[in-house]
Structures are given as C-alpha cells and as structure tokens.
Nanobody
Framework: QVQLVESGGGLVQAGGSPRLSCAAS????????MGWFRQAPGKEREFVSC????????FYADSVKGRFTISRDNSANTVYLQMNSLKPEDTAVYYC?????????????????WGQGTQVTVAS
C-alpha cells in the first residue's frame, strides 16, 4: 500500500504558476500509474492529468491542456503538477492518486490510493 501527500496549494493570483507535489511513502512510486484530479465546490471530482510508470506518456483534460504539465521523479518518489496561466475556474481541491494495475486511465474509479488533497484558490 502507498500513502500519498499533496503539497504546494494555496492562494494564487490569476495567471500564476504554482507547482503541486505528491510525495509517496510505503511503496516505490514507479510501480504505479499516477493521476491528478480536482474537485471544485458543488461539483464532481474531475480528471486533470495522468502519467505512466516511466513518465514517458502523459494525458491531459482538455481544460488544462497546454497550461498544466505532469511529471514524476521516481527516484524521489514524487509526482508533480506544474500549473501555468491559472484561471479562477481552476479553483479546486487537487488530489493525486495511484493506480496499481498499470491501467492508464482518466477514470477516478480505477485509482486505488488517494491523497488528502491540497486546496488551490485562484483570485481574479
């Protein structure tokens, strides 16, 4: 089992570029597909991005494509989400998640482990 802890959220001005981190413990991160999801108040959790085990393949939601970049450092057991050109509609709690069976997917139900989330608030 892996434990995930997100960090890097906070209050950001529109157009800002924070980087979220997701640190894993308990097991080697390289065995998991990793994803980022977000949930805004009153809305369902939505997919943001995912990355394969090696970091060679990434996938993004249309809403963040070209603005966000997912990456991973397996030696540091950490996954990152670089967010650029933030908009007020990006305000949400951001979660990282791990998928243990190698299924490269945007479906939240396929992910096995979740962090507690980090709040990102974008001020206009």
């Amino acid at each position: 089992q892996v434990q995930l802890v997100e960090s890097g959220g906070g209050l950001v001005q529109a157009g800002g570029s924070p980087r979220l981190s997701c640190a894993a413990s308990g097991r080697t991160l390289s065995t998991y597909i990793m994803g980022w999801f977000r949930q805004a108040p009153g809305k369902e959790r939505e997919f943001v991005s995912c990355i394969d085990r090696s970091g060679s393949s990434t996938f993004y939601a249309d809403s963040v494509k070209g603005r966000f970049t997912i990456s991973r450092d397996n030696s540091a057991n950490t996954v990152y989400l670089q967010m650029n050109s933030l908009k007020p509609e990006d305000t949400a709690v951001y979660y990282c998640a791990a998928e243990k069976d190698g299924v490269y997917t945007r479906g939240a139900g396929s992910y096995d482990y979740w962090g507690q989330g980090t709040q990102v608030t974008v001020a206009s």
